[in-house]
């Protein structure tokens, strides 16, 4: 079945660094959403991209929804502490239906 | 606006018996969808309903059901539980409207099968 690929699937980084991870699909998507969840909670959504080339910041977070409909990026600029947790992206397995399907996730971790 | 919840958050039970699970989507949401999280198979669609009639449905066996309440309350089941389904059991609500795929989620029911 359809499936997102997410990359890296863990990172490392030093606090203040900037964050960059992507999410790639064999199909088509006319939606991308992004989400992080901290450990023993939900996923809370970050940005939601719905056009082709979007690019959409919430705070330090910036989301682009790819020109080819099959990739999205997410980015964080000046890490803090707080940003540590699971990234996922995720969109409608079938358009016009509540159905998401996620990603594998990308653990971020940071070093104070 | 409250987000929304589930209840009960952890729950421990043993193979065979069966559970059921209760999420209060976000005032007004009237799609509530859930999702199994499991290390292996990451978050994979259970089913969604909306209008208290299930809309679309993941793949898994029909010992998972859920149902929706005429308040958009939605109770999910499953019944002659194996270990397999130990997992975070999340609910999500969003919107009716074509187009708007954002999902709210809570914060899930641990569920635990020994």
């Known amino acids: 079945g359809q499936q997102l690929n997410q990359s890296p699937q863990s990172m490392f980084i030093q606090e203040g660094e900037d964050v960059s991870m992507n999410c790639t699909s064999s199909?088509?998507?006319?939606?991308w959403l992004w989400y992080k969840q901290d450990p023993g909670e939900g996923p809370v959504l970050l940005i939601a991209?719905?056009?082709?080339?979007e690019l959409t910041s919430n705070g330090r977070l910036t989301a682009q929804f790819g020109i080819t409909r099959k990739d999205s990026f997410l980015n964080i600029s000046a890490s803090i502490p707080s940003d540590v947790g699971i990234y996922f992206c995720a969109g409608p397995l079938i358009q016009g239906a509540q159905k998401l399907v996620f990603g594998q996730g990308t653990r971020l971790t940071i070093n104070p | 606006k409250a987000g929304v919840t589930q209840t009960p958050r952890y729950l421990i039970k043993t193979r065979g018996q069966q559970v059921t699970l209760s999420c209060s989507p976000i005032?007004?949401?009237?799609?509530v969808s859930w999702y199994q999280q499991t290390p292996g198979q990451g978050l994979q669609f259970l089913f969604e309903?909306?209008?208290?009639?299930?809309?679309n449905k993941g793949n898994f066996p029909g010992r998972f059901s859920g149902r929706q309440f005429s308040n958009s309350r939605s109770e999910m089941n499953v019944s002659t539980l194996e270990l397999g389904d130990s997992a975070l059991y999340l609910c999500a609500s969003s919107l009716v409207g074509s187009g708007d795929y954002e999902q709210y989620f809570g914060p899930g029911t641990r569920l635990t099968v020994t």
């Open positions: 199909s088509i998507f006319n939606t």
């Open positions: 991209l719905y056009k082709a080339g």
């Open positions: 005032s007004g949401h009237r799609s």
């Open positions: 309903y909306f209008s208290e009639t299930q809309r």
